[in-house]
Structure formats: C-alpha cells, structure tokens
C-alpha cells in the first residue's frame, strides 16, 4: 500500500508523493531545497553575480526538490521559474498555475515566495525575475536562457550530481517503481505478443506510481538484433523481446534494460553478453571516489578492447552519470578539453553506463555512488542473475520462457 506523505500544514502534496514514498533517515524536501539553495549562492558568489535564475525542467526540479510536475512533458522551459539571490528565494510561475502551485506543492515550507504573472505576456518571466532580484541581466546567471548573461548550464551540472539525502531516497525508489514496470511488462511476453503491447503494459505500470516513461524501447526478434534504438511498431515477437526504459519522478531519471526469450540463446550471442556484463564492470569499477570521468571513459574503452571489440565503443552512445539529467553528460576519447573529463566520481553521483555490442547484446542498470561502494537502484526485483567476477553486484541475464508456447 503506497503512504502518502504530507505537507507541515497536513495536507498531502502530489511533489512529496512523487518524490518516493520513503522519504526516511531525516531526508526532507526543505532540507534538499535548503542544500541546493545554499550551493547555487555560493556558486553566484564565486562567480560575482547579483543573482541565478533557473527555467529549464531539470535544473527547476533540482532547486525545487520535484516539486511540480510538468503539465507539458515536453516544454524546454518550466512554467515554473526559480529565481535566486542573498536575499530572495523565488518561484514565477503563471496566473494560471500559481493556485495550483500553492495548493500542491506547499512551496513555503521550503522557503519559496511565489509570483504569478500574466500567461500571455511573454516577457514577463524574466522582467520580474530582474525586477525582484534587483538586478541587470547581464549580471544574472542561468542554466542557459539567452536573456541572462552567464551561461552557468556546466557549474550547474556539477553542482546537481551529488544528489542530496532527498534526492538519493527519491533515486532508489523510482529504481525499484521502474524496475517492477520493465520486469512485470516483460513477463507479460508469450511469443506473438506484440512489441506495442509490452510497451504499453511498461508505461501503464510506470504511471500507476506517478512516474513517466522518458525514453521508452521495446522490439523483438531481428530488430533487437539489427538496431540499436528499435522503436516499437505494432510487430508480434516470436523468439526474443528487448525491452529499454528512461523513467522520470520528481526530475530525477533511472535507466534499466531487460530481455525475455523463448530460449537460450545461441552461444554467440550467450558469449556477446557476458562480454558487454565484463565491460559493464569494468567501467564501473573504474568510478570509485576520486577517479575521475575521464579515467572511467579510457577504462571503458580499453574493456572493448580486452573482449575482442576494440572499436565496438564508437557503434553506440556508452551512457555514463545520470540524475536530473537523462544523460548529465556524454564522454568520448577525444573530449579531453570538456568541463567533465577532469571531474571527479564522488557520493551521491548516479551512473548508468550502456555498453553494448551488435547482434542484441546490450546492458544497463542504474547505480549510485555511496562512500560503501555502488548501490544497483534497479537491481533485478523477480529477475535471473548472472555474477561478473569482481563484481558484486549482480547482473539481469536474459529471461528464457521455455516451452510456454505461443499466445492463443
């Protein structure tokens, strides 16, 4: 039964439910709201700016602690606005959405003022953010929007990774939310269900938590082999389903992969996954505290190169830390100059590395980085295992249903 937590004032708020339902050890939003506020001052601080405004869904969540859930999935820009200062701590939102803003979200139990202004005046987001802040828009950072004069869209990144208490306990229940999705969706598989059909199963799973399926691949048979993004197109699957998952609650994103079979698979194939599980541990390995992105990157190339792929790393995107991001960043031989490739692993930074090889071998969980060691967020719920040696964690095989036979 899902317990629903609840506002200082008593009532219960949509972002608090969101946000996981076991927000334990003290873990509280206007404690993350207090953390993250205190971050983005000193970082203007530093960088001797009047004030910070945030507009994009990932950076507005972070600041927010999730507190809002976007009516327009796909809008670049919130319809809520942080604004930041010494001496204010703002949310802008419309005449439309600030009685929801207010009624849901309980934005004063972590500190918030909230303005609204006119839905159809298309200045007035950043003229009263200026106007609050008291300040020249030359001089206000941002996570990028092009009416302020420091793009802070890096530094923000950084800062954001180290998830807080709040953001951790919020990780690690969408891992196991979208985990029972994926894994309930896929069991659902008996040869001749369609691809369309595991999906939907997936997303309506996913929803029923108050979650959204960010990224959502499902194929079957030689597609599964043949591409490395199939989309799912109404086809029956005979032999073998894929299915790939980027879920988002609260803005924070997990990423996990599974796949179901009717048998085993053949010895190549067999082979080609326990190659991409070694590179899977090698690269994880590699982000211990104190290692940097860089290292991990050169390590995860060289893992290519121990299975008998050395090449194999430039067919696909390898992933890499997630969060508040899909993907925080991507790396690549050849990006040493990036903000990132000298940056280094540390507590509280998720990682969701994809290595994966031709043929339909493909592998990707989400881990979290704790000062014991990484922690799988989707570890397998009801799932097969295998074990990659010096690795402890353990890693989904593929699901083989045998002998059930085709749907009827």
């Not at 506002?7 to 206007?30: I, K, N, V």
């Not at 869904?57 to 507190?67: D, I, Y």
Request: net charge negative; aromatic share 6%; with cysteine.
């Amino acid at each position: 039964m899902t317990s629903r937590s609840t506002s200082a004032t008593g009532r219960a708020t949509a972002g608090d439910e969101e946000m996981g339902r076991g927000l334990r050890d003290g873990a509280s939003r206007p404690d993350h709201v207090r953390q993250v506020v205190g971050r983005l001052r000193r970082l203007a601080e530093q960088r001797g700016l009047e004030g910070i405004v945030l507009s994009g869904p990932a950076a507005v969540a972070w600041a927010t602690g999730g507190m809002n859930t976007a009516i327009d999935r796909a809008l670049p820009v919130d319809m809520v606005w942080v604004a930041l200062s010494e001496g204010a701590q703002l949310l802008v939102t419309t005449e439309v959405e600030y009685p929801r803003i207010v009624a849901d979200c309980d934005p004063a139990a972590s500190g918030f003022s909230v303005l609204a202004v006119p839905w159809y005046d298309p200045e007035a987001f950043v003229a009263t953010c200026v106007a609050r802040l008291g300040a020249v828009p030359a001089n206000v950072g941002s996570d990028g929007h092009p009416a302020f004069g420091v793009d802070l869209s890096d530094d923000l990144v950084i800062s954001r990774m180290a998830l807080t208490d709040f953001g951790q306990e919020g990780l690690r229940w969408l891992g196991r939310d979208t985990t029972h999705a994926l894994e309930a969706a896929l069991k659902s598989w008996r040869p001749g269900v369609t691809d369309r059909e595991v999906q939907a199963e997936m997303v309506r799973q996913l929803e029923l938590t108050g979650a959204e399926a960010v990224v959502a691949l499902v194929a079957g048979d030689e597609r599964v082999g043949d591409l490395r993004h199939p989309l799912a197109l109404g086809l029956p699957a005979y032999e073998r389903m894929m299915a790939v998952i980027v879920s988002r609650r609260g803005g924070l994103n997990v990423a996990a992969t599974r796949f179901v079979a009717d048998k085993p698979a053949s010895a190549e194939l067999a082979e080609r996954f326990r190659a991409v599980r070694q590179i899977e541990a090698a690269v994880l390995r590699a982000c211990s505290p104190g290692a940097t992105y860089g290292e991990a990157t050169l390590r995860l190339v060289e893992a290519y190169a121990e299975v008998g792929h050395p090449e194999a790393w430039r067919e696909h995107w390898q992933g890499g830390p997630i969060g508040y991001g899909t993907r925080e960043f991507e790396l690549a031989p050849g990006f040493e100059q990036s903000a990132f490739w000298s940056l280094e692993v540390s507590p509280g930074h998720a990682l969701a590395w994809n290595p994966s090889l031709s043929g339909g071998a493909k592998v990707e969980d989400t881990f979290l980085v704790t000062t014991e060691g990484l922690e799988c967020v989707t570890s397998p719920i009801d799932w097969p295992i295998e074990h990659v040696e010096g690795f402890s964690e353990p890693r989904p095989a593929v699901l083989v249903r045998a002998g059930e036979g085709a749907r009827k």
